[in-house]
């Protein structure tokens, strides 16, 4: 297979008259044939109309095929070219709109090529459809044409014009939450600190008496070694929950508190998957305490046993012996499952649990030393914070302190405590820099723009007497001609017949 990716117009799509599904369109030889898709009933021969003129049409997923797409991006075009050893060359024009379901568009946005893979080979298997070596350099290409992220538009097609006792998407609803605005944050932060002197412990303890089981530092056990590895706790070792919901109150009532702004979470969510392991330096962090606070979720994983997405948009951690104890949380909406709170219940919800509930104990990452992760899930969510933390201390973040809410800044007044401030990260914008007259002439003329994708440079000198070492990231950006057209392209090689390989 060859993928080429450009930025030519689209090609207008065509479906099936007869059972309104969109068609594959294949070009062999200059002509088009059309085929209805590998999901597709195929008890009628395809009957092509653009899909403007389709009255009936039954949109699906173009990653994984779920029915009732709720979204629709703008990738550059790609053309697929199948060696089939038999008829020569077959190009597969897949135009540049696909349309997603909530899962499948959740994975787009945050350009997570691998997690399309995994869902879209996963609903595959259930029909006989392509396998993960066929959709892999597919969805790769995909984003390698597209170098921003494509912008989310509702689909108005199935979800409204779909009768009421015909079935949904098989994906969970996303929960609904408020956004954490920065003047709230120190209210937020001390209703944390009260859920883990309260109701923290239940909270845990409910789920062990349900057989989960819980990640806690190791030198809080018993005869433990300072450096001892994170420690398992179950139902039957529950006495270290005191020590750690005491700790976590700590970490969070000494935290700084920091709020990201979209254009940063966007750029840390992006540069998380440069990242080559999980691992951190102390002089790569920006406070030895904190709880920072995303605008948007910098991380969507979805929970194993029901299939519900869950939005991370905050993480605390505080010190532990050689290292630091990290924590994510969602939105305490989420507990709710999607169920509409009304303002009385929403007002409980925030005395009982407040604005944020933890999605696990946490991890403990070591200085200087990698993490192996036990899921690609929480290898992403750690890789997110790390990219955010590294990002923070670079000169692309432009940090503000802002005073809280009057109403926030009264009370710890009463509370005869410091008035509270909010670390506010915005991105900073770069500069360009007028260059230097010279009257000698370059010899290379470049014709074209093109995009230089970011990366991390190991090893830079920083501290006193730049005797410290830490990683910097170098932003992503377009180079050459500001009038010079714009050329992105990407080609995947796969040798042999794709009908006939198998996924090893």
Same mark, same amino acid.
């Given at each position: 297979? /060859? ?73 550059? &075009?790609?053309? /697929? ?9 077959? @190009? ?6 696909? $349309? ?31 396998? $993960? ?7 790769? #290409?995909?984003? #390698? $044409? ?5 912008? !989310? ?27 954490? !605005?920065?003047? @709230?944050?120190?209210?937020? !932060? ?33 005869? $433990? #070694?300072?450096? #001892? ?18 700790? @976590? ?109 933890? /999605? ?49 800044? &009264? ?29 000698? &002439? ?27 070492? !830490? ?6 950006? /377009? ?26």
């Amino acid at each position: 297979m /060859v993928i080429h990716g450009d930025l030519q117009p689209a090609v207008e799509g065509y479906g099936c008259a007869t059972c309104g599904v969109p068609l594959t369109v294949i070009t062999a030889q200059g002509e088009k044939a059309f085929l209805h898709p590998a999901r597709s009933p195929e008890d009628h021969e395809p009957q092509p109309v653009p899909l403007a003129q389709l009255t009936n049409m039954q949109l699906v997923c173009d990653f994984c095929s779920a029915p009732d797409p709720v979204a629709s991006f703008t990738f550059g &075009k790609l053309d /697929v070219a199948m060696t089939t050893g038999e008829a020569g060359m077959q @190009m597969h024009n897949l135009g540049s709109s696909w $349309a997603a379901c909530e899962s499948c568009a959740c994975l787009v946005e945050r350009r997570d090529a691998e997690g399309l893979t995994q869902r879209s080979h996963k609903r595959a298997r259930r029909r006989g459809g392509p396998g $993960a070596h066929i959709l892999r350099p597919l969805h790769q #290409a995909l984003f #390698a $044409a597209t170098p921003g992220t494509p912008v !989310r538009r509702p689909l108005a097609s199935s979800a409204t014009t779909r009768p009421a006792d015909s079935p949904a998407t098989d994906a969970p609803a996303a929960p609904e939450f408020r956004t954490l !605005r920065p003047q @709230m944050l120190p209210k937020v !932060r001390d209703r944390l600190v009260r859920f883990w002197r309260t109701s923290g412990r239940n909270h845990l303890l409910d789920a062990l008496t349900a057989g989960e089981t819980y990640k806690v530092p190791g030198h809080m056990l018993p005869g $433990a #070694a300072l450096d #001892a590895p994170a420690a398992t706790v179950d139902a039957d070792n529950t006495e270290p929950m005191r020590q750690y919901t005491a700790l @976590m109150a700590n970490h969070v009532e000494n935290a700084r508190i920091f709020w990201i702004d979209p254009d940063f979470t966007t750029l840390a969510a992006h540069a998380a998957r440069d990242l080559p392991d999980v691992r951190i330096e102390s002089v790569e962090m920006p406070a030895p305490d904190g709880l920072l606070i995303w605008h948007t979720p910098i991380y969507r994983p979805t929970e194993p046993q029901t299939g519900v997405t869950v939005p991370i948009i905050a993480a605390q951690w505080g010190p532990v012996p050689g290292g630091v104890w990290v924590t994510f949380y969602t939105p305490a909406e989420v507990l709710t499952q999607g169920r509409q709170l009304t303002e009385r219940q929403l007002q409980e919800l925030r005395e009982h649990i407040g604005w944020l509930a933890p /999605v696990s104990t946490g991890a403990g990452l070591r200085f200087g030393q990698p993490y192996a992760p036990a899921s690609e899930q929480t290898r992403l969510m750690l890789c997110s914070l790390i990219a955010t933390w590294i990002l923070t201390t670079q000169p692309d973040a432009e940090i503000t302190d802002e005073p809280a809410d009057k109403a926030t800044r &009264k009370a710890y007044q009463r509370a005869n405590r410091p008035a509270p401030l909010v670390r506010i990260v915005r991105l900073r914008r770069k500069q360009q820099t007028p260059r230097a007259t010279s009257d000698k &002439k370059s010899t290379r003329v470049y014709t074209r723009r093109w995009w230089v994708p970011g990366f991390f440079r190991e090893n830079q000198p920083c501290g006193p007497g730049r005797t410290l070492r !830490r990683r910097t990231y170098v932003r992503g950006h /377009v180079k050459g001609p500001a009038d010079a057209p714009l050329i992105l392209t990407d080609r995947v090689h796969v040798l042999g017949d794709p009908t006939n390989q198998h996924e090893q």
